[in-house]
Nanobody, 121 residues
Framework: QVQLVESGGGLVQAGDSLRLSCAAS????????MAWYRQAPGKQRELVASITDRGTTDYANSVKGRFTISRDNAKNTVYLQMNSLKAEDTALYYC???????????????WGQGTQVTVSS
């Protein structure tokens, strides 16, 4: 069974940093793209950052220059380093990826349960 487990969220002040982690229960090496999304109360879920299997990254305009996504295939983990946090970054952050429960099986999209990030101004 494929699971994505996020960690690292918390309550911080504006200007602080946090590093989120997303640990997968299966190999992420074959995943063509891993990503972080977030959803604030009353708003739609939005893409924050993504990283391909070749290391190509993409970011929402609102986080460019402040957030960095990375992946460690050996640890089956994806990270989101968040610096210079702002009150508007407050949201539930979700990990997302196309993964397979077996080495040669087809991939499906999976989501984690989310980790809360709250930034006080």
């Amino acid at each position: 069974q494929v699971q994505l487990v996020e960690s690292g969220g918390g309550l911080v002040q504006a200007g602080d940093s946090l590093r989120l982690s997303c640990a997968a229960s299966v190999s992420i090496r074959r995943s063509s793209k891993m990503a972080w999304y977030r959803q604030a109360p009353g708003k739609q879920r939005e893409l924050v950052a993504s990283i391909t299997d070749r290391g190509t990254t993409d970011y929402a305009n609102s986080v460019k220059g402040r957030f960095t996504i990375s992946r460690d295939n050996a640890k089956n983990t994806v990270y989101l380093q968040m610096n210079s946090l702002k009150a508007e970054d407050t949201a539930l952050y979700y990990c997302n990826g196309a993964l397979s429960p077996s080495v040669f099986g087809p991939t499906s999209e999976y989501w984690g349960q989310g980790t809360q990030v709250t930034v006080s101004s």
